[in-house]
């Protein structure tokens, strides 16, 4: 092969990774590499691309911005608007050196003097808010850079975002100002303890985490969830101002929020001691940052500078290198999950790194623990990646000593004494004591509580306790505890003990098909579940089904169907579930569900969009109650789109095209003749 032929595959292969994690980072707020990483391998084509501009083309990732609109396919939510002006993102760059070229171009093209205002870069997701007589009138996203996602309502929910500017204080009539929203470390923190509480994915770091609340369906839920807002770049077509540091600076007295460690320095050589500066004192600072940003401040010299296909040539970002920490690592705990996975956790000497102080870090797996040849008491670089637990990314062997220790991975379950297996496809090492490995048992009770399942307001510790004291062994007796019992615990007063039996005995109500879920069979999941109990409708016709019977079901294979004639072939099972059965819990459908159910809806898939007067759980769980199926996306096999108030545009457009019927939550209620 030509060095030609090997460019230009090199070149396609590093546009379709780019894209990949553009959509990764951009839509699904997921990525699964660090942002060194990706700008690296943007850097890679770029070069490349300049030594061959014959295989540029219009459409490579070098040329437009990452786009954070989601796709047709995955059912669109938000409607869209053009950008008055186009939103681009910004060069960057990790080389000091670099900036000096950047202040040559900017000197070669003016005769006069200019200065820089320099900017910390809030690791968040950008937003371009509309003001119209004062008043907030539209919040667009940066979407492809052209056209954005009308996050306006989610936008109102920010409470240092005014919806009206102060009275009288001299803004223009209509203007357009940019920024960043973000979420500061503590309410990062917060949400992904509900979210591991809740056994979903969290978030990977408070960029994603920021990106993803804002485009949450439900505005109620963004007012929680602790967002900030600081804008920097204001527009509007007479601009009145000749400097953007006068511009914000009297944004903040119309009572925009701004940043408050924004300075304007008189060179470059300024501007990177303004860098040193915030390198490390950045770490002490309660949200996240990922660089600084250089703008050229007199507003006339922007202009004349003017912009490429992707950058303003009149600023850019110098970023800062992943942050990482070296520590020594004393000893190894090796973890027992709810699965019954293995996971490695090193103990360290607390170190200060991202806003936190790290004392424990996770090496992954024996793998991985091989592939970085740790011992104990190594000095090892700790970084914080997409999880909330730090992990360990190198060692430095220079600073290794004599009572350097290789540690052995364990050949039997640490906390049960059980041989751990692996299969073939698998990194992790299991214990397959199931059934009376502590860990794994106390897990259960954690996934029965959950909030998908039986929703029981109890927290992990209590769980602990309760199971080290002996008050609990199986499920059901979470439903004999008392008053006495839960006041032997540490930290419970009356009032904790009695919430906490009240939210037991609520969870009695819970359907069947929650119920179920929450048994923990393996396999059976939040939906699959629900498929069963519909089909079964109660427990003993569950139990007693055959292989064929079970197949038969929407979502059940081979490995569920096996996974459940194992269990309900164990008598332990079905005494425990009879145990329950007497406590009162569900193990039934309940028959017309408070007098509502109906077939009205039966055959029927439904597509529901918008905001609704009720949560969109309990409407979906209301259109199951009349016989409708709920379905995620529109397909030429939709029957009905439920449309609440401010209704995904590119859905209802779509249903049109697919000729769906289009009703809204009341003429549902109309024909179902109930309400949820
Ligand atoms: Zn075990």
Redesign the pocket.
Known sequence: MTNKQAAKEKIEDLRKQIELHNRNYYVLSNPDITDFEFDMMMNDLMVLEKKYPEFVTPDSPTRHVGSDIEGEKSGAFFKQFPHKYPMLSLGNTYDIGELYSFDEKIAKSTEGNYTYSCELKFDGTAICLTYVDGTLSRALTRGDGLVGDDVTENVKMIPSIPQRLKKNSGYPREFEIRGEIYMPYKAFDNLNRQKERDEEQPFANPRNAASGSLKLQDPRQVAERGLECTLYHFITDRNPFGLHSEAIANAAEWGLPVSPYARTVNGIADAVEYIKYWDTQRKSLPFATDGIVIKVNELALQKSLGFTAKFPRWATAYKFKPESALTRLYSIDYQ?GRT?AVTPVANLDPVQLSGTMVKRATLHNADQMDQLDIHINDYVYVEKGGEIIPKITGVDKSKRTANAVKPVFPKN?P??G?PLVRDEDEAKYF?P?SDN?PP?RKGKFIHFCSRKAMNVNIGEATINQLYEKGYISELGDLYKLNREKLLTLDKFKEKSADNLLASLEESKKTPFGKVLFGLGIRFVGETTAKSLAKKFGNINNLAGATREELLDTEDVGEKLADSLLNYFGMSKHRRIIEEMKSEGLNFANEVNISGTASEKLKGKNIVITGIFSVPRETLKEFIESHGGKNVSSLSGKTDLLVAGEKGGGSKLKKSEKLGIKIISEEELYKITGARP
């Open positions: 027992v019954g379950c906390a049960c059980t214990c004591n490995c794994q």
